[in-house]
């Protein structure tokens, strides 16, 4: 089945989920950072009536119900190299802890990629199956996610990660 998206009901809203023949490619809270453009995501479908988005809905409904601490589901997200290694290493991160964009950044070589980090993390278009709500400012505080810092508190809190209050602008 070519690229299909499909607006999946959940506790944290309803949510834009695409698809292609590889698996999953794009996951989308509503009033996301950086949404897909309106002709990439293919026709439009009923979610419980796509076997892919049928198990998404599931197996999220499980990790908001603190039932599930990974998804097993096929993902196909478009990004250059640098994103790609970005995004394997938060898979990494285990659920309920966090790490920093320096912490990533070292992990890659050189601490002076952390904005770049930062941009791959804020790209992610699989939010919570790779889990970039888990990377935190260098003192643990909440800084930005795609969806909204009230959803990354939730999910942080929901795994039981600990939280710091969310960084001043001023």
Known sequence: MPSRH????????ELLVVADDDGLTGIYFPGHWHPPAAGSIGVEVEAHDDRLFAAL???????????RTGFDL???PAGDEFQHAVWAMLREIPYGETTSYGELALRLGDRNLAR???NAVGRNPLSILVPCHRVVGAHGSLTGYAGGL??????????????????RLF
């Open 57 to 67: 809905g599931a197996q999220l409904g499980e990790y908001l119900e603190g039932r």
């Open 150 to 167: 009230e959803r990354k508190r939730f999910l942080l809190e929901l795994e039981g990660a600990p939280v710091v209050a969310q960084a």
């Open 116 to 118: 770049r980090v930062g």
């Open 74 to 76: 096929p993902m196909s």
């Open 6 to 13: 499909a607006a999946l009901p959940t506790a944290l809203g």
